[in-house]
């Protein structure tokens, strides 16, 4: 065989190993391609080898981002992993196929997320896009954070967790749809359960804490105490009586609280804000000493008397007959809940709580007052929160011991 009819042969054999290699490409192969040439910083025109064919790689095909300047991702001579899209055209053998480089790494990400949701573990991903009913997050491809999964509770303004990065529990996962359904909710609940599970094993009767306003109802505050909330009574918020709440706390405040008891099988733990607090009835002998005269307010009205606040957390008991030198039937006629007075004391019983207070001993005694025995005293029964108070009980004041001196003095000058 003469030399040409031999290069006849070997090109033909060329040309038919390029045109079997050419079929050999087909969508969905992972194929390497070098770039030959940037086309108006639009594509990028790249050598499939192996095949002696070409194809194009879209710049919106480069990157699961948006791609400014595709010089600053490519340039000539760069060998690519890429996956074959779709053929362009009809003439294979000159060859066009459209690659793309995104969907690539797209498949490996979705294989790796794939992983870890069988494998029953945590992405983590940056917010990047606010849409109506969620947030979308770069999870190397789109994940979808619906509002309800956001958070523990409802937010109101999804627009800032914007560029945040959060842990994410993968819900639903199809790589076919490009559907991926995270959820950050469920990683602050399973956090919450951790620290409550470690605060009620840690937790005791007795224990001082800190901790923060996180509700406020009508018998109470639920203070959170990092997981888990505990209650404080509104009988234990302060010595002062409390009629509401949030009269006196705020969500979000800071509070120190005492432990009075931990349920853990029920997960209750019952706190006081009052026990952590100075007791008001410290010093009282110094602060009130008898004969001395204080301002106050008249908390309570009775139909034995009236309860007066002389400081924070400390009542005393002005009986009726303490009121006025006026015959009154019930302390109303001449008394009103929240009215400021001026009460001298006279007796202290530090141990018992109690304080035996007068409006009348600083009052003048109207001259025409004529009176010419002392009122016969009535057995009442009143009970305060702290202690009892009882007329004809002999471990508190009777009404020789509510008077004192007081009616004995007033009583001699009416005989006179």
């Known amino acids: 065989m003469d030399e ?69 991702v490519a340039k000539v001579g760069d060998v690519l992993d890429l996956v074959v899209i779709s053929t362009i055209g009809k003439d294979k053998e000159n060859g066009s196929y ?93 956090a919450k359960a951790e620290q409550r599970e470690q605060v009620l094993a840690t937790l005791k ?9 996180a509700r406020l109802t009508s018998f109470g505050a639920f203070v959170d105490l990092g997981g888990i909330d505990g209650l404080v009574h509104v009988s234990e918020i302060s010595f002062e009586r409390v009629e509401k709440p949030s009269d006196v706390l705020k969500v979000g405040q800071k509070v120190t609280v005492k432990v009075l008891s931990v349920d853990a099988d029920r997960e209750r733990i019952s706190l006081s804000i009052k026990a952590t607090l100075p007791e008001p009835w410290t010093g009282i002998e ?24 002389v400081f924070p957390g400390v009542e005393g008991l002005v ?10 039937a ?28 007068s409006i009348k001993a600083l009052t003048p005694k109207p001259s025409s007052e004529e009176n010419h025995s002392a009122p016969k005293a009535e057995t009442n029964h009143y009970q305060d929160n702290n202690s009892s108070y009882q007329d004809n009980d002999d471990g508190g004041f009777t009404l020789g011991d509510l008077i004192g001196d007081e009616l004995k003095h007033s009583t001699d000058n009416d005989q006179k």
């Open 4 to 72: 040409d009819n031999t290069n006849q042969v070997e090109n033909k054999n060329a040309m038919a190993d390029a045109l079997n290699s050419v079929h050999d490409v087909k969508v969905g192969d992972i194929v390497k391609g070098e770039i030959l040439a940037i086309d108006d910083d639009k594509q990028l025109i790249v050598g499939i080898q192996g095949t002696g064919v070409e194809g194009v790689v879209p710049v919106k095909e480069l990157a699961s981002q948006p791609v400014a300047d595709i010089n600053e």
């Open 98 to 190: 459209l690659l793309s480089k995104r969907r690539l790494e797209a498949r490996k990400v979705w294989s790796e997320i794939q992983d870890k949701f069988n494998a029953g573990e945590n992405i983590t991903a940056p917010v990047t896009e606010v849409v109506k009913g969620g947030l979308v997050v770069d999870a190397g491809v789109r994940g979808f954070i619906p509002a309800s999964m956001i958070q523990d509770h409802f937010v109101d303004d999804l627009n800032a967790y914007k560029g945040k990065e959060l842990e994410l529990k993968i819900i639903e996962i199809e790589p076919s749809e490009n559907r991926l359904i995270l959820s950050h909710r469920a990683i602050v609940e399973a």
């Open 205 to 213: 009767a007795g224990d001082t804490v800190e901790g923060t306003v």
């Open 286 to 309: 110094e602060k009130a000493p008898a004969g001395s005269v204080l301002e106050g307010t008249v908390k309570r009205l009775t139909t034995f008397g009236a309860f007066v606040e």
């Open 319 to 328: 009986h009726i007959s303490q009121i006025s030198h006026q015959h009154i």
């Open 330 to 357: 019930t302390p109303n006629e001449v008394l009103s809940e929240g009215e400021d007075v001026k009460v001298k004391v006279l007796e202290v019983n530090p141990d018992a709580h109690r304080l035996a207070l």
